[in-house]
């Protein structure tokens, strides 16, 4: 895994091993980054179930200003710490470690303002297993009470799962298919 753009562009990044993970492609994150165009620049980013922070840590070289990381697996910090670590942006960095559904209105408390970009990354077995009126209440509920007015949360979830037209408050503002995988572009209503 590498950077692909910005101040840290080329780096390689410690990848956690076995078969739980399923970082994003290179072709994918360069999509994903090209499609947020200037939104990243000095941006607050969360990302949750973020394994290494291959999305997190490109999103910090390209100019978010702080990224909050969200992970279960003990394996999986160790290696984005050290990740953290050789790109040394640990003061613009924070880890939040255990269940994503059950903590995240309490992370986000320690957020200071508002935050501008969210990447939501769940295994695909999670995400399969979810019942939407409930992963609202403990994930987009709180995400989308925390976003700025112009804010966006990126899911990525497999291709053949059904969403609803809405997540809480958030809308599903578009969706793009890369094989097997979808990226969900999510907002607040437009006022």
């Not at 076995?18 to 360069?30: F, H, L, Q």
């Not at 640990?90 to 903590?103: A, E, M």
């Not at 019942?131 to 291709?159: H, M, N, T, Y």
């Amino acid at each position: 895994m590498r950077i692909i753009a910005g101040q840290y562009r080329g780096r390689t990044l410690l990848a956690a091993k076995g078969e739980r993970t399923r970082p994003i492609t290179s072709r994918v994150k360069t999509a994903l980054f090209s499609i947020l165009g200037g939104a990243v620049a000095d941006a607050v980013v969360v990302d949750l179930f973020s394994g290494t922070g291959s999305i997190g840590l490109e999103a910090i070289s390209r100019g978010a200003g702080r990224c909050y990381f969200a992970e279960r697996s003990r394996l999986a910090i160790a290696r984005l710490r050290r990740n953290i670590d050789a790109l040394h942006v640990g003061d613009r960095c924070r880890i939040w470690r255990g269940d994503v559904l059950r903590h995240l209105a309490g992370w986000l408390e320690e957020v200071g303002g508002e935050v501008d970009l969210a990447f939501v990354d769940p295994p695909y077995r999670l995400s399969a297993q979810w019942r939407w009126q409930e992963a609202c209440r403990r994930l987009f509920d709180p995400l989308g009470g925390k976003l700025s007015p112009a804010g966006q949360i990126v899911l990525r979830c497999q291709r053949n799962i059904e969403l609803p037209d809405a997540l809480g408050t958030l809308c599903v503002r578009s969706r793009r298919d890369y094989g097997k995988m979808s990226l969900v572009f999510l907002s607040l209503p437009e006022t």
